[in-house]
């Protein structure tokens, strides 16, 4: 959902026209869901407190970009602590935009991470743990993955013994 506000200044009415869809008399700010990709325009028709008119058109002002899904993996996901895992991206669509990765890794050794490379943890305490990857582009999107209890793992079982005579 964008947001497009009206700062003509003395504008008592506005009517826009965004990507087809009117939006009559409405207040200085609305919000419109675009449901396709592609560059879009937008048309404002604003009345000022005299009864003058003005009309603009913003023509590609905004870009709207498919739906980017960011996944990753692990080579283990259960076991017995301590455990040494190493996380990859498998899913990383390309863009114009450069991106920046942080990753987080709670209950890990080291909870932080940034960059795209594979990231290599290590898990001393018994649990399940979320991973979560935040991949930010310079156009201002932002592209969360989170996986709730993605590891798991129990704390190694000391052997016992009984002996019987």
Known sequence: MVQFTDVTPNSAQRN???DGSNYALTAD???HFFVTVGYKSLSLVVVDSF???GVSQFIDTIQVLPDLNF???????RGCTPKTITFQLTQDPNTPYSKSYSWAFP???NPAGSGKSNQTRTYNNAGAFDVNLVVKLDNGCT??????GFVQFA???PPQL???N
């Open 155 to 157: 704390d190694s079982i």
């Open 107 to 109: 209950g890990s050794n």
């Open 71 to 77: 996944d990753f993996s692990a080579n283990i996901r």
């Open 143 to 148: 592209y969360t993955t989170q996986k709730p």
């Open 162 to 164: 009984k002996v019987r």
């Open 29 to 31: 700010t609305v919000s």
């Open 16 to 18: 826009w026209v965004i």
């Open 51 to 53: 009864g003058c008119q």
